[in-house]
């Protein structure tokens, strides 16, 4: 069971010492803070009470940190999730999202024991930063209503409905409101130029709800909207038929799915920043116990937050015992502050979920995948098009067949096998060339498939002497934009650790992508060569042996 299920928790209490603590205390502390409005913001914006998002935080948080298998990731409700949950509540209420989650956090669970943690890095980047520039145009409406301070009681469900909906009662914007929102996005955007020891988001909600109070604005507040925010934990079991089962299967699904990839992407992202490897299977099955546990408790589907593991990094956490502290925080918080809560004002929120759609968007990655080929441009406005505009279960269904036909369709065109040897990336034997200068070489192309093992091997080269690594390509007939996306990962990880990069034999067409993306200004375009011999006598010549 340990190579399916071992705990980064067990790994880092090895030699855990009072330095360390005091560091995980203060990220923590720190996160946990940052995860108070976000938590609460994903809740509303979900279509449940602000509780919900709280009690998520805390305990699933709080498992998914000492069961996971990274030792800095920080688990709650995250944006990705608000799409399904609306949707999950609007057709089955509440107990359908507590069936639906549970069902989630067992196929996760599934995931993990057949060791498909390492499969889901190969999802094309094109339908991630479709789907998930997708979900932010679909929060950004959500939260329309709120940040004007409308009263719309009766919201259409179609996307461009809604935007109808809003035209037609513009005459009821609230100005208060109107400015409520922009001073929250102002501060959330800006305050972080100042420090980044407290969130921007944090401070946001402080002023706005104090200014509130003290001004008596007439704007909503969660109060308004929801009621008392509850502090307590009261198990809950939902009314179930076995005989609806398959209609919590698809959103399920769809939970499971979404959650593994962010969680994955965020232990990913997070090995980068600190030198490490998660384990993958470990991971998602921590999250899997998680999502079965924390819908009996009142709260909703949960997974790996990129923004709140990235600020715990920053801040100095490194064992899963920040993200323990940060769950302890929010409930510490929850069970003193929470009374207070309920006087944030709805446009605060809305401000809030705007910033983070705004973020999420990642529309710098949407745009620069235009730069790359027709393939991975159709693969992204379809998933994008479907998520806005039908529903995010097709668009990952859809989208992740549709790469795979494109693909086929690519293979076909350039009459490449995948894989020409066993090995695809291979450090080949070269008796005569000097120890200072290492050479691999890359057969096949360079796709979303295998992309992460490409990226990994490279990252890999550990050789203390080599101080040039020679790459050739002349075996790549093309590279898609995840194929970009890692190369160009493992290329600035290698420079920084002072390796100069030749890259030899690239083809016409593969050179076009990597001009279109400037990995041939990260690598030097002088360090771009037609073939292998010039790549060589050029690396010979820099250190000096000829």
């Not at 076995?242 to 399920?252: G, I, V």
């Not at 006087?343 to 999420?360: D, E, K, Q, T």
């Not at 898609?480 to 160009?488: C, I, L, Q, R, Y």
């Not at 990069?501 to 400037?518: A, T």
Request: proline share 4%; charged share 15%; net charge positive.
């Amino acid at each position: 069971m340990k190579k399916f299920f071992y705990p980064e928790l067990f790994n880092s209490l090895k030699n855990y010492n009072k330095s360390q603590f005091t560091k995980d205390l203060f990220s923590g502390v720190i996160v946990g803070i940052v995860a108070l409005p976000l938590a609460i913001a994903f809740a509303v914006a979900s279509g449940v009470s602000p509780e919900r998002g709280l009690i998520t935080a805390i305990i699933a948080g709080f498992l998914i940190s000492f069961l996971g298998g990274s030792k800095v990731q920080i688990g709650g409700p995250t944006g990705a999730f608000v799409v399904i949950i609306l949707g999950i509540i609007n057709q089955y209420g509440i107990d359908g999202l507590i069936i639906s989650t549970v069902l989630a956090g067992i196929f996760m669970i599934a995931f993990g024991l057949l060791k498909l943690g390492s499969l889901l890095k190969y999802i094309p980047h094109p339908l991630i930063v479709g789907f998930t520039s997708g979900i932010a145009v679909v929060i950004f409406t959500t939260q329309i209503p709120d940040a004007l301070g409308m009263s719309i009681t009766d919201l259409p469900s179609s996307f461009h409905l809604k935007w109808l909906c809003f035209f037609e009662n513009i005459k009821e914007v609230n100005f208060w409101a109107v400015g409520i929102t922009v001073v929250t996005i102002l501060i959330s955007l800006f305050f972080n130029k100042l420090t980044n020891r407290i969130p921007g988001s944090f401070v946001a909600i402080l002023v706005v709800t104090v200014a509130v109070m003290l001004l008596q604005l007439p704007v909503s507040t969660i109060e308004t909207n929801f009621g008392e925010i509850s502090g307590n934990f009261t198990f809950t079991i939902p009314n179930f038929e076995f005989s609806n089962l398959k209609n919590y299967l698809s959103p399920a699904l769809t939970i499971a799915l979404l959650g593994a990839i962010e969680s994955l992407l965020s232990a990913v992202v997070a090995d980068g920043m600190i030198g490490a490897n998660h384990k993958s299977n470990t991971e998602l099955i921590g999250q899997g116990i998680a999502n079965i546990i924390t819908p009996f408790f009142g709260g909703i589907p949960a997974t790996g937050a990129i923004a709140r593991t990235a600020t715990n990094v920053k801040n100095g956490g490194r064992t899963p015992i920040a993200g323990i502290i940060h769950a302890l925080t929010l409930l510490l918080i929850m069970l003193v502050f929470g009374k207070w809560a309920k006087l944030i004002p709805m446009s605060c929120l809305a401000g809030i979920l705007i910033v983070v759609s705004y973020n999420m968007s990642g529309w710098r990655s949407f745009i620069s995948i235009f730069k790359n080929s027709f393939f991975d441009i159709i693969v992204l406005l379809v998933t994008f098009l479907l998520t806005v505009f039908v529903d995010l279960t097709v668009a990952i269904q859809i989208g992740v067949v549709l790469s795979a036909i494109l693909f086929m369709k690519r293979m076909a065109d350039n009459g490449q096998s995948i894989l020409k040897d066993k090995d695809t990336l291979i450090a080949e034997n070269y008796s005569d060339i000097p120890k200072e200068i290492s050479i691999y070489e890359i057969n096949g192309p360079f796709f979303f498939g295998v992309a992460k093992s490409y990226s990994e091997i490279l990252k890999s080269h550990k050789s203390s002497e080599a101080k040039i690594l020679i790459i050739r390509m002349r075996q790549v007939p093309f590279i898609d934009s995840t194929g970009v996306t890692n190369f160009k990962e493992a290329l600035r990880y290698l420079q920084n650790k002072r390796t100069k990069i030749f890259l030899s034999g690239v083809q016409p067409n593969v050179r076009k992508e990597l001009d279109k993306n400037k990995i041939s200004i990260i690598v030097g375009k002088g360090n771009i060569f037609d073939n292998f011999d010039q790549a060589l006598a050029k690396a010979k010549e820099e250190i000096g042996v000829f």
